[in-house]
Every structure is written in structure tokens, then in C-alpha cells.
């Protein structure tokens, strides 16, 4: 790369605006309550965090990068922040990677991707975003697609190449952002959310034979809603069935969406589209747009190519709604648990645990068969701080309305309940009774094979404030924030008005992934 050479602006020096935001950091850390600070989710030591940026592995180990927001706990100017693993179960913080320096990322250094190209060699690619005004968000944003590489190959430094894509502003209503890029039959391709002029949500598509020069070639996919007026934090990538059949995924995180019964119940939505594509075309969706994620805070997800070629993908946790009471702690926002995307026999995409969460595992409890008489509640655990819960409840010899796990139940009658709601025939995460936060309800619908066959799986994730429900091994999940009161956090086992039939139910202790 060294002999890209654009013409840089430089307005701050970039070493020390790293210096600054790690002393932010440091001092939110020193006052940081841990009440609900994650053992084994990936979170910042203190501040603001939003996306996962620049997922990749690279020279032996994985690489998170995320938005950070480091001298408060609302959304402020964004940095990337890093840590990293060479197992993806034991974590370690790495310095601040980027921050706000050049005259095209004066106000933020937005999301984007990593890329590793033919040489090699790691690039990034990330939106440079400023105000138009110079000021405020008042008159619309100026955002940019940005190159920068590392200088080492832990990635702990980073050298800001600059402006690759610019924006025709003519022709964007202010959002042009979150570069994904990867190489299909020899070329490489670029793909970014955009606002059109006619605030229209669309994916643009550029290429590049030397992933610095970038033309634009078409339009990708314009999303049918009319109400939808941006795509932030596009994905594509190829994902083949079990006969060998490629599809194509478009993953995006829909602005503007409406609520419609129980689809889009979020301020905004994460979701993708199964279809084909071929170089040369846009992208033709076989599928309406489907949710990864079924709970009420689950946003911004980026997903990378492992070198064992799964498709693994992290999310973001996102608060949604003001304020969240993790705020007031010195720290605001974690990621998901990495997930692995698959297209499964049902024709449909699986998102469940990698499988070196299970090495999180350390004592395991198993309480076996299980019956619960009409209205019955079993506590299974006294207090859990950081657990995974693998429950089979059978469907067929049940007759309970709702039946399932009180989660994060404390003395003050205070809980998160997660179940099976027969009625609606789905699994449910219900925050009705909870103390503080976000209430409201959330739920995952079952297929009719999935139904019918009388079993219903659930993998549930606890940790200090939130948990992650995987239904039936990934086919669908759902991701909350819970905010337990003080006091012991114990698990109810329940059934409502009916009896309920467990197969088995394992409980194991789970230890922190080294990042609190």
C-alpha cells in the first residue's frame, strides 16, 4: 500500500487523539458499577459502544473492533475501539485503533469492514463522517468511504489512507456509510448503505481490481418499503445449502421500518433477505425480509469469513430507548455472543453459538426429567451471575398455556420471563415484570414442522444484564438487556395454567471471557 498516496488533511494529530480517548476510557473505568457489566459478552471497559467493526482473523488471532463513544455513555464521536483473542473464548483489551483526525472524519470514524487482499495483506475500509454545516446534524451529514492499513500485525496501530469513495452528494440524502467488501470471480467489490435523493433505503455497488481505484457499477437493492429510507450496516456474502446449491444473503439494518403485528416492534430493525446474485446484475431476493434477531435489543450486525470458511457474525445490543439504566454505570452497550450463519435444510438461515462458546462451560448441573403440576414454580438456582441453560421442553405431553424460565427473579418480585406461549405458538421474552428499563414483550415464531414435531429446544444465555434465547439450535433467537435487581438473581422453573413435561435441562456455570 505504500504507494497510495492521496492528498490528506490532517487537522488533529491522530497518536494523540488516541491518548485522549484512552484517558476517557480510563476515567469511566475507575467509576465503572459492575452490577451489569457482562463476564463473557464483549463490552468496553467504559463509554459508549455501538457496532461491530472490522470482524476478522488475522496472523493467529480474531479481531473485534466496535464503535466507541469514549468520554460518555450516550452516542458522541465515534472511534474504534479493538480487542482480540487467539481462541475466541479469552479476550484482551488492545489500544483505541482509530479516532477522529483527518477533515473527512472530523466527526466520527463510522463503521466498516476488514479485507484481506491478495497479498495478504489487511485492509480497512470505514466511513469518514462531518457534519455538512460544520456544526450539528441540523444540515444533513457528509460521509465518505475511507482506506486505512495496519502497521503491525497485531493491528495495534493503524496508518489512515483516505478518501477511496466519495460521496455524490447530488444524488444521497446525507447517509452513505458502512463499507463491506470482498472478492467474487476476480474482482473486488465494495457495498454500502445509502439514503437516495428521493430518500430511498438502497445498497450501492462499486469495484476495484486493486481495492484502492473504486468505480461505481450499480444499484444492489432497493428495499420494496417505501417508508424505509436508509440501510445502515449492509452485509453480502454466498452461503451454500447441504446438496451444494449457492445463495446469495443481503443483510441490512433497516431505518424507517413500520411496526406490523409482531414484525418491527424495534425503533429500528436488523434483518436480511435470502436470494441470488451474479456479478454484473443486482441482487434478485427469493425471500421477504427476515429478522436475525427477535429481540428487543438486537441492531447493527456485521458478519466475516472465518478461515475454516463459517460465516461468523457478532451484533450489537443496542439500548434503543433513553435512557438506559447502564448509563448511570460508566459504560452503555455489548456485543452478541459470535453466532454462525448457516443455511439449513428448511431453507432458511440458523444463527447459534459458535462452537468455542462451549469451552465458556466450566461446572455443569444436570436436573434431568422434569415434571411441573398445573401453576407450579421450581427454583433451579438460587443466584446466577454468568449461566448458559440448555432446556427441552415436550410440546406433545404438556398442556401448560405458557411454560419456561423467571430469569434474573429477585427478592423484589422483579424478573425477565422467557417461554413458550402456546397460544401464539411461539417462544416469548417478557419484560412485564421488570424493575427498571424497557418493559414490553418480544417474541420468535415456530414453524409448523417445528411444531409438530412435539420438542421444543431452547440454549439460553445469562449473563449479569442481558440474555440471548437460541430456539431450536439457532433457527431463531432472541436478544434483551435485563437489569436484575440487587440481591441474589435466581431461576424459576414454571407452568401456567396447565402441566409441563421437561426431557432435560442442563445448567452450566459459565466463566468471563477476561475483558471485565
Given at each position: 500500500?505504500?504507494?497510495?498516496?492521496?492528498?490528506l488533511?490532517?487537522?488533529?494529530?491522530?497518536?494523540?487523539?488516541?491518548?485522549?480517548?484512552?484517558?476517557?476510557?480510563t476515567?469511566?473505568a475507575?467509576?465503572r458499577?459492575?452490577?451489569?457489566?457482562?463476564?463473557?459478552?464483549?463490552a468496553?471497559?467504559?463509554?459508549?459502544?455501538?457496532?461491530?467493526n472490522?470482524?476478522?482473523?488475522?496472523?493467529?488471532?480474531?479481531?473485534v473492533?466496535?464503535?466507541?463513544?469514549?468520554?460518555?455513555?450516550?452516542w458522541?464521536?465515534?472511534?474504534?475501539?479493538?480487542v482480540?483473542?487467539?481462541?475466541m473464548v479469552?479476550?484482551?483489551r488492545?489500544?483505541?485503533a482509530m479516532?477522529?483526525s483527518?477533515?473527512?472524519?472530523?466527526n466520527?470514524?463510522f463503521s466498516?469492514?476488514?479485507?484481506i487482499?491478495?497479498?495478504?495483506e489487511?485492509?480497512?475500509?470505514?466511513?469518514?463522517h462531518?457534519?455538512a454545516?460544520?456544526?450539528?446534524?441540523?444540515g444533513?451529514?457528509?460521509?465518505?468511504?475511507?482506506?486505512a492499513?495496519?502497521?503491525?500485525?497485531e493491528?495495534?496501530?493503524?496508518?489512515?489512507?483516505?478518501?477511496?469513495v466519495?460521496?455524490?452528494?447530488?444524488?444521497?440524502?446525507s447517509?452513505f456509510?458502512?463499507?463491506k467488501?470482498?472478492k467474487t470471480?476476480?474482482?473486488?467489490?465494495?457495498t454500502f448503505?445509502?439514503?437516495s435523493?428521493?430518500?430511498r433505503?438502497?445498497?450501492?455497488?462499486?469495484?476495484?481490481?486493486?481495492?484502492?481505484?473504486?468505480?461505481?457499477?450499480?444499484?444492489?437493492?432497493?428495499?420494496p418499503?417505501?417508508?424505509?429510507?436508509m440501510?445502515?450496516?449492509p452485509?453480502?456474502?454466498?452461503?451454500?445449502d447441504?446438496?451444494?446449491n449457492e445463495k446469495?444473503?443481503?443483510?441490512?439494518?433497516?431505518?424507517g421500518?413500520?411496526?406490523?403485528g409482531?414484525?418491527?416492534?424495534?425503533?429500528?430493525n436488523?434483518?436480511?433477505?435470502?436470494?441470488?446474485?451474479?456479478?454484473?446484475?443486482?441482487f434478485?431476493?427469493?425471500?421477504?425480509?427476515?429478522?436475525?434477531d427477535?429481540g428487543?435489543?438486537?441492531?447493527a450486525?456485521?458478519s466475516f469469513t472465518?478461515p475454516?470458511?463459517?460465516?461468523i457474525m457478532?451484533?450489537?445490543?443496542?439500548?434503543?430507548?433513553?435512557?438506559?439504566?447502564?448509563?448511570?454505570?460508566?459504560?452503555?452497550?455489548?456485543?452478541?455472543?459470535p453466532?454462525?450463519?448457516?443455511?439449513?435444510?428448511?431453507g432458511?438461515l440458523?444463527?447459534?453459538?459458535v462452537?468455542?462458546?462451549?469451552?465458556?462451560?466450566?461446572?455443569?448441573t444436570d436436573?434431568?426429567?422434569l415434571?411441573?403440576?398445573?401453576?407450579?414454580?421450581h427454583v433451579?438456582?438460587?443466584?446466577?451471575?454468568?449461566?448458559?441453560?440448555e432446556?427441552?421442553?415436550?410440546?406433545?405431553?404438556s398442556?401448560?398455556?405458557?411454560?419456561?424460565l423467571?430469569?434474573?427473579?429477585?427478592n423484589?418480585?422483579?424478573y425477565?420471563?422467557?417461554?413458550?406461549?402456546?397460544?401464539?405458538?411461539?417462544?416469548?421474552?417478557?419484560?412485564?415484570?421488570?424493575?427498571?428499563?424497557?418493559?414490553?414483550?418480544?417474541?420468535?415464531?415456530?414453524?409448523?414442522a417445528?411444531l409438530?414435531?412435539?420438542?421444543?429446544?431452547?440454549?439460553?444465555?445469562i449473563?449479569?444484564?442481558?440474555?440471548?434465547?437460541?430456539?431450536?439450535d439457532?433457527?431463531?433467537?432472541?436478544?434483551?438487556?435485563?437489569?436484575?435487581?440487587?440481591?441474589?438473581?435466581?431461576?424459576e422453573?414454571t407452568?401456567?395454567s396447565g402441566?409441563t413435561h421437561?426431557?432435560?435441562?442442563?445448567?452450566?456455570?459459565?466463566?468471563s471471557?477476561g475483558?471485565e
Amino acid at each position: 500500500m505504500s504507494d497510495f498516496n492521496p492528498t490528506l488533511t490532517p487537522i488533529r494529530d491522530h497518536d494523540v487523539e488516541l491518548a485522549k480517548a484512552e484517558a476517557g476510557v480510563t476515567g469511566l473505568a475507575a467509576t465503572r458499577n459492575d452490577r451489569w457489566y457482562p463476564k463473557f459478552h464483549i463490552a468496553s471497559n467504559g463509554g459508549w459502544i455501538n457496532d461491530p467493526n472490522g470482524l476478522c482473523f488475522y496472523k493467529g488471532r480474531w479481531h473485534v473492533f466496535y464503535q466507541l463513544h469514549p468520554f460518555g455513555t450516550q452516542w458522541g464521536q465515534c472511534h474504534w475501539a479493538h480487542v482480540s483473542s487467539a481462541d475466541m473464548v479469552a479476550w484482551r483489551r488492545e489500544p483505541i485503533a482509530m479516532a477522529p483526525s483527518l477533515e473527512q472524519d472530523k466527526n466520527g470514524v463510522f463503521s466498516g469492514c476488514a479485507a484481506i487482499g491478495d497479498d495478504g495483506e489487511l485492509r480497512f475500509y470505514y466511513t469518514g463522517h462531518r457534519w455538512a454545516n460544520g456544526r450539528d446534524g441540523s444540515g444533513g451529514e457528509w460521509q465518505v468511504q475511507m482506506l486505512a492499513t495496519p502497521d503491525n500485525d497485531e493491528l495495534t496501530h493503524i496508518t489512515k489512507r483516505g478518501m477511496v469513495v466519495d460521496c455524490p452528494r447530488d444524488k444521497v440524502d446525507s447517509h452513505f456509510r458502512d463499507p463491506k467488501v470482498w472478492k467474487t470471480e476476480g474482482t473486488w467489490y465494495m457495498t454500502f448503505g445509502v439514503s437516495s435523493a428521493q430518500k430511498r433505503g438502497q445498497m450501492w455497488l462499486y469495484n476495484s481490481t486493486d481495492m484502492v481505484e473504486w468505480t461505481f457499477e450499480r444499484v444492489l437493492f432497493e428495499h420494496p418499503d417505501p417508508d424505509v429510507f436508509m440501510l445502515e450496516c449492509p452485509d453480502f456474502f454466498p452461503v451454500t445449502d447441504r446438496d451444494g446449491n449457492e445463495k446469495w444473503v443481503i443483510g441490512f439494518s433497516a431505518m424507517g421500518s413500520k411496526p406490523r403485528g409482531f414484525m418491527n416492534r424495534n425503533a429500528d430493525n436488523a434483518g436480511y433477505m435470502i436470494g441470488t446474485w451474479k456479478p454484473g446484475e443486482p441482487f434478485k431476493p427469493e425471500t421477504e425480509f427476515r429478522l436475525w434477531d427477535c429481540g428487543h435489543n438486537f441492531y447493527a450486525p456485521q458478519s466475516f469469513t472465518a478461515p475454516d470458511g463459517r460465516q461468523i457474525m457478532y451484533g450489537w445490543m443496542s439500548p434503543f430507548r433513553e435512557s438506559a439504566p447502564m448509563q448511570s454505570d460508566g459504560w452503555c452497550g455489548q456485543l452478541t455472543l459470535p453466532r454462525e450463519i448457516t443455511l439449513g435444510a428448511d431453507g432458511d438461515l440458523h444463527t447459534a453459538p459458535v462452537r468455542e462458546t462451549d469451552e465458556l462451560r466450566m461446572d455443569t448441573t444436570d436436573l434431568g426429567a422434569l415434571d411441573l403440576n398445573d401453576n407450579e414454580e421450581h427454583v433451579i438456582l438460587d443466584d446466577a451471575a454468568a449461566v448458559e441453560i440448555e432446556l427441552t421442553i415436550d410440546l406433545a405431553q404438556s398442556t401448560a398455556e405458557r411454560a419456561g424460565l423467571k430469569l434474573h427473579a429477585t427478592n423484589d418480585g422483579s424478573y425477565t420471563y422467557v417461554a413458550y406461549d402456546d397460544q401464539l405458538g411461539r417462544v416469548a421474552i417478557d419484560r412485564q415484570a421488570a424493575a427498571r428499563g424497557d418493559r414490553g414483550y418480544r417474541t420468535a415464531p415456530l414453524s409448523d414442522a417445528e411444531l409438530a414435531s412435539g420438542k421444543l429446544e431452547l440454549r439460553i444465555f445469562i449473563d449479569r444484564g442481558s440474555i440471548e434465547v437460541y430456539v431450536n439450535d439457532g433457527r431463531q433467537v432472541l436478544s434483551s438487556y435485563s437489569y436484575p435487581s440487587e440481591g441474589p438473581r435466581a431461576i424459576e422453573l414454571t407452568s401456567e395454567s396447565g402441566t409441563t413435561h421437561i426431557d432435560a435441562l442442563k445448567i452450566h456455570q459459565l466463566k468471563s471471557i477476561g475483558l471485565e
